[in-house]
């Protein structure tokens, strides 16, 4: 079965500090993934996607990058992290079946960020 | 950016059916309509998706007007720990740079009373 991986669970960092937070999903091959963002009392904003390895699309401008160095891992990263950056950030993969086919997304467990 | 229009909030009796409606007028022709839940503090659970027929599985049932302008997703016997914030979303089927994304606007947070 297909299980997705995120840690930490949560994360307290200081403005100006680097981020890494690190997603991986297991039991399947060449997923799409994504990465989310959820402010405190909003919906989920789409921050960034993925088709493949090394295949990024941004969604928003903003203070993150995200990278996909293998097929099942999907980094979201800062350089200098800023009070906006706090939030509640999840990753999510979806079977790609073909042009045309529908699946569902699956959703880990998140990690809150706090920047203080 | 979300397409789809949901009530903010809404109540329900445990046991009772939770009719949790949501418009999206302009939808394509290629666009499913996809619901998922959020407990507070995780992640998005997925609970159904349609096209055009109505469709029903273990979770919940989805009703989608002829018209597929708006959709009602259906929990027919609610339980306390169905309460939780509602997204209903449409996207379009394929995996391009344009396609396959989801996109969720703020949802109907249901609260299922005892």
């Known amino acids: 079965s297909q299980t997705i991986h995120q840690w930490p669970a949560t994360l307290v960092q200081p403005v100006g500090s680097p981020l890494s937070l690190e997603c991986t999903v297991e039991?399947?091959?060449?997923?799409?993934l994504y990465w989310y963002r959820q402010a405190a009392g909003r919906g989920l904003q789409l921050l960034f996607y993925?088709?493949?390895?090394?295949?990024i699309s941004s969604e928003v401008p903003q203070n993150l990058s995200a990278s996909r160095p293998q097929d099942r891992q999907f980094i979201l990263s800062s350089k200098k992290l800023l009070l906006s950056d706090s939030g509640f950030y999840l990753c999510a993969w979806r079977r790609y079946l073909g042009a045309g086919m529908n699946t569902e997304a699956f959703f880990g467990q998140g990690t809150r960020l706090t920047v203080v | 950016d979300a397409k789809t229009t949901q009530p903010t909030s809404m109540d329900c009796a445990e046991g009772r059916a939770a009719n949790l409606p949501c418009n999206h007028s302009t939808i394509s022709g290629n666009e499913y309509v996809y619901w998922y839940r959020q407990i507070h503090s995780q992640g998005p659970q997925y609970i159904i998706h349609g096209l055009k027929n109505n469709e029903t599985n273990e979770m919940a049932s989805l009703i989608i007007t002829e018209d597929r302008k708006s959709s009602t997703l259906i929990l027919p016997h609610a339980t306390l720990r169905d309460t939780a914030v509602y997204y209903c979303?449409?996207?379009?089927?394929?995996?391009?740079?344009?396609?396959?994304?989801?996109?969720f606007g703020r949802g109907t947070q249901l609260t299922v009373w005892p």
């Open positions: 039991g399947t091959s060449n997923p799409n």
């Open positions: 993925s088709v493949g390895i090394g295949q």
């Open positions: 979303i449409v996207r379009v089927a394929g995996r391009g740079s344009t396609l396959g994304r989801l996109y």
